[in-house]
């Protein structure tokens, strides 16, 4: 299989990429998928609305679970943000063609992945209009952030990621910019990609300085990404309760993101590949790839599970024994069997090479991964705080119809902003995809 | 998605026209209006309460009146001042001390000086500090619904009088409570000579009668029985309120907690307490050996011990009794002396008498008194009048008959043939609904008055605090029944006590005043000896109905007067866990039998022929086939807060049986949720209360403390706490105190439901053993102050941290809710305000203590140790240039524990009390394997049980 | 007339012509490609390497300034006791030291970048050339600067067109 269908050179390259956001001609699906989108994120700017108006009493949360579906919702966004990331940077350092067609896609949804977790952490608070405290600004009362916590590492790490990936993506779509400004015909689209381009005009100079800068960016988001999702993985581990208190949270997480990761940018790029008719650039060769990693992610996160089941009874911890059991059986033992099915079992299927190339199927596993990452952060989160050490202050929680909303609400918040990038952003990225041309193809 | 409160209910009142004309005059904005806003109403509620303070004293002489813009004589701002008074509650006075700050009453506390308190203070008397303030106290004279002036009323009587004067009084009817107020008895002794043909009637919903009874089958007149637990080696409980209810209760803690410590302590001998109930009770769940059975059984098994200790004839040893009993009569008659039996008020008179009887075979350490209360004819005879149409004219002086009065004397068609009935009450109630007028009452700490403790002490009742509302008092209406020439009932407390004391009697006064005691005034010692022909007059025992339904008082509400107190709504009842509900209790294997689901609603029908509909709620320690269901409840006019909570059983009472009827149970079909505080009901197997046999109480607990990191020093003071859980009777009084003090706000009834109760200290009620015969275990859980506090290393913003005396303190303002100091909080002790609780609060802002702050939405906050208090004490023993004495610093939890449970102090002083307590070997942490190191300890509990009686 | 610049519509002929300039002496060549092509890396000159230098000096900058701002902050600033921990819990701070210093390294990489790279800069004079549109799709471009010592306009010419550019133009005309 190969990375590019044949027939192609840098003049197809050129109009085919810049063609879909020059003269998209009417589109009736992304005016369909981007107003169901809008309506959406109307529902999350209601239901963070009415928060602020209320307080976050009209969520779930009670004591003992004094955290809910913010906290779950802000893990499950922030892990699928990394899909983009370990594709667009590690790929990137090894070195990996195929990479090329597909990296766009998933560093946009990265971004917008990324924002709507950015968000999720602030309407968690108590006082969301005192986030800012978390800043080591200087106060009037001399005060700093206290530094050992780790929602303060937690704070910086999405900090990083969140500016660095927006640095990162730009920095790639530079070029691009570029082209589109060049084949662009009428003044106000010369004008805005013009300005987005910053005056790129691909001079060997600036090509050796953005191979330079590209890489090094790459090089550091790799270990970014790890250390952001370790460091969610800290938000738990970090304290002492049984089923959080563990040491292998860090990797569990970081193979947990990657998984999602994967399945979201498949779950995005099957259906974007079908549309933009990107056959040519998108080869069978890349989704398959792709479901081979979501494969191997789906064993590394199995590894977890089995050890997170396993340990607690290896030990000799009454309280992590409970909690384990709780997650077999307790209030919230189907969102457990749901994680452990979706993000385990089914995967499985993706051994047999037919079944890798029946998109629809992969499709259908990656929206069953994409679900099921969900239940296992919801899991993570309500498990180990509504039975934990005393049993007189053991209590229940259930979701209202406002944590329903602000979930639902942030995936439309999300998919509007992916539908935006489809519509205004080269959906690929055609100088990587004409450095992949064979040196005969290499003409206009 | 609702969002509703506990005060739900007040838009719908706002709609009630005749409410609204009631209130009209405190605040016209809501008249007319259809649907009134909740929160507008309830801020105009709040306003007009507390602008009363201002307004209100239309009613007293001009002189008095104090601006409240200028400083009040010898006030200094941010300095309480404490003044005594007594509360007179069921007829008994409890001394009480008030803590006022810049003039107003903020915290009621226990008077040490005074019998009945010696400086506790269980939760009803602490809660009537919140009554004072209750924004829905009635504030206007009313004739049948409308607002009018008291002057219409007083030329109405004017008139009254000139017609009894003539006809002697004849149809003037007159009811009142328990009564042990001397000054109102000789009013009303008074009265009656003025007027022969009228009548004094008297009824206590939280009736003695059959203690009384008792006294008079055994020795043939009503002298009272004061137990003496501090000399009983051996305690029998005949489902005993000593220690819960009964009056002097808090004293009688007291006494029985220091025997039951006595291993911590190593002061005397532990007690053995046997408990023999139908219904579990607070006695019963600190017993060593606790013995569920039906009343019938309970009479013959007592009527056993009788026989066995030689207090009765052989043949009541007949027929086949517990294998148990057998061990007790042992242990009692060994125990000559140093062993008594007591019974619980809701006895039958029957045991009562064979209780005295088995006291006096054992001389058991009991003082015997002369009856405190002054008795009068009682409602049954007043009832029959009235229907008769015999009674012209009815004074009501407090009391809610139309509520609690026995179903089966018709009361309210009675109160309906009475011409003119006047009603004294401090809410426009049931029976003000039905009453010609009603009068509001002052509140105790805005009036003045006196009162008789169980022991017969006599105490002063004196305004706190000039009156919120233009009310009127008991004194005030007799005068004016008798047309005194002076109404103020200051005058009459003190003509009255003038007259009875010799010598120079305003400095005496004075002294009365300041000690909140009048001294020597206890009741003399009775003399007794049991009847000869007791054992023959005893009735024959009745036989027992299939189904038993034990009514018996709720531990907050009581008889229902207090209804409208978030507070005692809000707090846990001490064996169930429930709020704001009423459940009716079933054994589980009755449970079983009948097929009832948790909160099945059932229909309970008493022989009687009423019927009531209420939640289930499986009781583990509970005697099969008996329910046991709660008064108090569901009341229909009274404020928003208590109305329609939970359900009335009331009307299932009849003047013959007021506190047990034979009935029958069927389920509705329908189903409950009940509001809870505790969900998960034994310690599944977890050591959180630890329990050792007294012959193993001496073996030292040994834990080991390991830490990476050096131990944080702590020079100064290092403020601890330990509770002894074999003191600990569960009573909920810290809670209460906790709540008082500290500001916490009520959250409602569908809040606590949703798990966001506020309560800074909760009480845990843990079964164990078996659900039929249970081992009942409570842990009051404050903050544990651990030296290295889980909460605060995950705070992003240090907004809790320690300080230098190594107090975990919560920083309000700087607190941005993340709540991963609740989550990390093993003992899940903290607290968080989802909604703006406080600011919902409708109590008037006058009435929240302000040495501490009010919490605002969307902050944590906890247990504080009563910092306000630490500083006060660090700030006055800094101005003397001194350290802090040992006890100079009393948190409220520990001030207010009948049984002084909790010890508070500095733990780097090796002398100091709390050093002492923790030095016993019963002295353990709770979760200590996760090296928190909690500065709050406990002591393990205790138990002292018998041998000779093989376990469960 | 300043520079002399020789479009071509391949790679092989820009990279040829490339080479052969360098031969003839000539060092102030400039491409203009729609991708990079490694082959002219080795002809032209190369740009200065600062980036990475700046990017890792950064990113030690940015660790041990995280580090220090949190004990500073901890330990001497405003010390409070935190679960009775030590003010300065250094394992604890280096979390936040590891992000900022990741976040210090990539924004100098990419404002590094614009800076070496002269950007942003709208418009530049070359973009004025006629077809020059086509450098950033399928054309490849070279600009030989007139102010080179060794330039010849005939000797450039002869140099460049026999690798079949599609047109030869002085620039600005």
Redesign the interface.
Known sequence: MSVMEPGQNLTTISANISEETLNPGRRLWWWGGFLVAVAFTALFVLAIEYLFIAGIGIWGVDIPVAWGFAIANYVWWIGIASGGTIISALFYLTQSEWRSAVNRIAESMTLFAAAAAGVMPILHLGRPSFFYWLFPIPNTMGLWPQFRSPLLWDFFAILTYVVSSVLFWYLGLLPDLALVRDRATTYRRQLFYGIAALGWTGSHTQWRLHKTAYGLLAALMAPLVVSVHSIVGLDFSGGLLPGWHSTQFSPFFVFGAVLSGFATVLLLVIPVRRLYRLETYITAHHLNLLVIFMLLCSLLLAYSYLIDALLPFYGNDEYERAVAIHRFTGEWAWSFWAAVGLNVVIPQLLWFPRLRLRLWLVCLVSFGVFVGMWCERIMLVTSSLYEDFMPSAWGHFTGTVWDWSTLLGSVGFAAAGFFLFLRYVPVASAYELKELLPPAERHG | ?S?RFWWRSFAERADDPDYLAAIAHEFPEPHGEGGVDRRRFLQLVAASAALAGLDGCSSLPPEHIVPRVEPLAGEEAGVPRYVATALVQEGYATGAILQHRMGRPVKLEGNPDHPASLGAADATLQAAILDLYDPERSAAVLNSGRVVDWNKLTLLLAGKRTDWAKTGGAGLRILTGRMTSPTLAAQLAALLKQYPGAAWHQWEPMSRDAVAGGANLAFGKPVEALPQFDKADIVLAIESDAISSAPGHLAYARAFAERRRAAETGQGKMSRVYAIEATPTLIGASADHRFALKPAEIETTLRAIAAAVGAGPNEWQDGDRPHWVDAVVADLSTHKGVALVHAGAEQSSTIHSLAHAINAALSAPVRYIEPVAVGAADIKSLAAEMHAGKVDTLLILGGNPAYDAPADLGFVEALKRVKLSIQLATHADETAAVAAYHVPALHPFEDWGDGRAFDGTAAIVQPQIRPLVPGHSAAEMIALLAGAQTLDPRKQVIDHWRQTTPGDFDTVWAGWLRRGVIPNTAAGAASVSLRGDFAASLPKPAAAPGLTVLIRPDPFLRDGAQANNGWLQELPRPLTRLVWDNAALIAPATAKRLELGPEDVVEIASAGGAKVRVPALVAPGQAEDCVTLSLGFGRTAIGAVGRDVGVDVGRLRRAGALWQTGATLHPTGEHATLATT???Q?????D?VRTRPLTAAEDKHETVEASL????PYDGNAWGMTISLSSCIGCGACTAACQAENNIPVVGRE?VM???AMHWI?V???WGGTPDAPEIAF?P?PCMH?????????????AT????DGLNVMVYN???????C???C???V???????YSGNDPRPAMSWNPDVTVRG????EKCTYCIQRIREAKIAADRDDRPIRDGEIVTACQQACPTQAIVFGDINDPKSAVSTRKATPLDYA??EE?NT?PRTTYAARVTNRNPAIAEG | MSALVAEFASEAGAVGAAFRLREEGLTAIEAYTPYPVEALDAILPRPRRALPVLVFAAGMLGLAGGFLMQWYGAAVSYPINIGGRPDASWPAFIPIAFEIAVLCAISAGFIGFFALARLPKPYQPIQALPGFERASQDRFFLSVDAADPHFDAARVTRAVEEFAPCSIVPWPS
């Open positions: 998605m969002r505790q969900h998960q034994n310690m599944a197997g977890r959180m990191y050096p131990r944080h809040e949703r798990e966001r909760r845990d009620r843990y842990q859980v651990c030296e290295d506090a889980p909460c605060e290393v995950v705070c992003p913003v240090g941290t320690h300080d230098s700087r607190c941005v809710g993340t709540r991963f609740s989550n990390n093993p003992y899940k903290r607290r968080f305000n989802f909604y703006g939405r969307g902050v944590m709770l979760l996760l190191r």
